[in-house]
């Protein structure tokens, strides 16, 4: 079992900057791959960015490359979402999310735990 805590979610003005974190239980942390999906109101939840347990490859949905970045830190059971440039379409609910498997990374039903979520709310 892993349990997901995500925080650093706010408002935070268009152009601005967030970083998310989200802080997993057990010991076996580097084994999952880490993944970041978020969901407007009225939307469904979509890829954000992954990372591999096996190789740390990252990957990005097209509408946040260059912004975005994920990044993960074993020692302390943490997954980031460095969050630039932000646009009021970037308003959602966060989640952070892992996955056993280190392949179809992008897609929500590769994932076995999620947590429960964080704002973020761009105004313009």
């Known amino acids: 079992q892993v349990a997901l805590v995500e925080s650093g979610g706010g408002l935070v003005q268009a152009g601005g900057s967030l970083r998310l974190s989200c802080a997993a239980s057990?010991?076996?942390?580097?084994?999952?791959?880490m993944g970041w999906f978020r969901q407007a109101p009225g939307k469904e939840r979509e890829f954000v960015a992954a990372i591999s347990w096996k190789r740390m490859s990252t990957y990005y949905a097209d509408s946040v490359k260059g912004r975005f970045t994920i990044s993960r830190d074993n020692a302390k059971n943490t997954v980031y979402l460095q969050m630039n440039s932000l646009k009021p379409e970037d308003t959602a609910v966060y989640y952070c999310?892992?996955?056993?498997?280190?392949?179809?990374?992008?897609?929500?039903?590769?994932?076995?735990?999620w947590g429960r979520g964080t704002q973020v709310t761009v105004s313009p």
């Open positions: 057990g010991r076996t942390f580097s084994s999952y791959s």
């Open positions: 999310a892992a996955s056993r498997i280190s392949t179809t990374i992008s897609q929500a039903g590769s994932y076995d735990y």
